[in-house]
């Protein structure tokens, strides 16, 4: 009977024994899972929107991103540098519309993406790349000429983005930046889209300090185009950057981006230095030949002077350029000043 007892504890203990081992066992396992989920979260939050979903308004319309796109394609050479600034070739299937050639630095970037069409692609070509993101820098891209509406590409799951501020009255420096900013959310790149908007700042920052006080703000005239009737830029992009160096636009007063002005009216306001936007069938030797040609432009002191500041289209975009534009303007402003 007593053997039987002895045995019947040993059984007992062995038993409790055995439940202790377990509970700890499971212990240690959930301690895992806590320690792993612990580890995680930092790489999680990283960006400040991995793993939630991005919501943003763009002109006008208002959109959700649960998860970074991953087969963009670009539309307009603004949108495609901003996009390889950022470092996001490898989440790019195809791109068109370049103005002239893209920027040395992301060349080899750009190459590793296929190009769909020397404009705007036709939207069979568009749509057989398979986009879930398409990103424009002009809202041109999306009607129904081109790729159709933004609402029928969401639709066929291509959620679109245009670039704000090449589509607005009147756009800043600041504007510029709020879209590449918003393209660092949409891809979960902030921390990268910060740094380059703090770069072109320091960049501006340090041309306009190169330039210091100007007593007099420096007359300009922006030659877009046009024989019988000049093309101008007004109120836009253009005239931002021409205030950011301390000169004016002589036609910052008329309410569009682009205009249509008459010879008379530019002699009327006389501005004392001539940018020519260098793109299109004309050259830029016919482009000065036809401002140095004309009778009427005589007296103008730009022309007198011989004062030409050149400019290619692309960097006249609302893009990453804005360093390379001001520069350009400022050291054709003042020589004596910036080199």
Known sequence: ???????????????????LLSACGAGNTVQKSDSSATEQQPAASQSGTKGTSVELENMGIKMVFPEAPKRAITLNQHATEVML????????VGTAYLDDTILPEYKAQYDKIPVLAKHYPPKEVFMAAAPDFAYAGWKSAFNDKNLGSREELTKQGVTTYVQESSNKPGPTLQDVYQD????????RVEDRAEKLVGSIREQVEFIQTQIGTVEKAPKVFVYDSGEDKPFTAANNYLTSLIKSVKAKNIFDDIDK??????WEEVVRRN????????????SLADKENLLLS???????EAIINKRFVVLPLSAAAEGVRAPIALKTLASGLYPDKVK
Do not use: T
């Open 1 to 19: 009977m007593k053997k039987h007892r002895k045995s019947a504890i040993s059984l007992v203990i062995l038993v409790l024994a055995m439940a």
């Open 85 to 92: 600034a950022l470092g996001l070739e490898s989440s790019m």
């Open 180 to 187: 590449m900013l918003n393209i660092g959310r949409i891809f």
């Open 257 to 262: 981006s682009f205009a249509e002005v008459s």
């Open 271 to 282: 501005p004392d230095v001539i940018v020519i936007l260098d793109y299109g069938d004309a």
């Open 294 to 300: 004309k009778p009427a432009l005589a007296g103008v």
